[in-house]
């Protein structure tokens, strides 16, 4: 069935450093993606989206790039913080009020 | 900023009890989510319910799962006979309207022993 999914589950990055976490998707019906970082004993909490009609979207540190020729989804983090680390989930969405589907989740630590 | 609130924020049941998890969405929002997250795996998807009526539910939300918006405010997930596998963190989630963006509970730990 359709299924967002990551390359790498974990990533270790040095403070300071830019990081790039990946993720695939096989939905070609989906049209909204969405960054999302989760901290311990937290939920999900919003990083950064984009719509399918986009291949970029830069917010306050962090870029998404989109390439749908190959379903394809980029969470970059300029300078990485010790705040940093946790758990990032990519999701998508179809069009309409289907419900989002969470890709598994790479853990992000940032090494001091 | 608004925030979607959770109750509790964790819970211990025996198995076979019935557990009822509470939301407060945020206020003008009209869509509402139930999704859940097992210990080191992903958050899946349960159940999606809007204008009062279930939307969208996942073969996960069997029988034993229901909704309700009881008062308009709150928007409860209830496990009828609570079984081991459902432990897990439960997560609520709205949304104003289909374009935006969805806001997370911090979730309830819901541990069945």
């Known amino acids: 069935g359709e299924s967002v999914g990551l390359h790498l589950p974990t990533l270790s990055v040095q403070e300071g450093d830019n990081s790039i976490i990946n993720c695939a998707y096989s939905?070609?019906?989906?049209?909204?993606f969405i960054w999302y970082k989760q901290e311990s004993g937290k939920g999900p909490q919003f990083i950064i989206d984009i719509r399918s009609n986009m291949d970029k979207r830069q917010g306050q540190r962090v870029t998404v790039l989109l390439n749908k020729t190959v379903k394809h989804l980029s969470l970059q983090i300029a300078a990485t913080q010790p705040g940093d680390s946790a758990v990032y989930f990519c999701a998508e969405r179809a069009a309409g009020n289907t419900p989002l589907v969470f890709g598994k989740g790479t853990r992000l630590s940032v090494i001091a | 900023e608004p925030e979607v609130t959770q109750t509790p924020s964790h819970q211990v049941t025996q198995m076979g009890q019935e557990v009822i998890l509470r939301c407060v969405p945020i206020?003008?929002?009209?869509?509402f989510y139930w999704y859940r997250q097992i210990l080191g795996q992903k958050v899946e998807f349960l159940v999606s319910?809007?204008?009062?009526?279930?939307?969208?539910k996942s073969e996960i939300f069997d029988d034993q799962f229901s909704v309700e918006r009881p008062d308009g405010s709150n928007f409860t997930l209830k496990i009828r006979s609570t079984k081991l596998e459902d432990s897990a963190m439960y997560f609520c989630a709205s949304r104003a309207g289909q374009g935006d963006g969805y806001t997370f509970g911090s979730g309830t730990r819901l541990t069945v022993v």
């Open positions: 939905n070609s019906a989906s049209d909204y």
């Open positions: 206020s003008n929002h009209l869509y």
């Open positions: 319910f809007y204008n009062n009526e279930i939307s969208e």
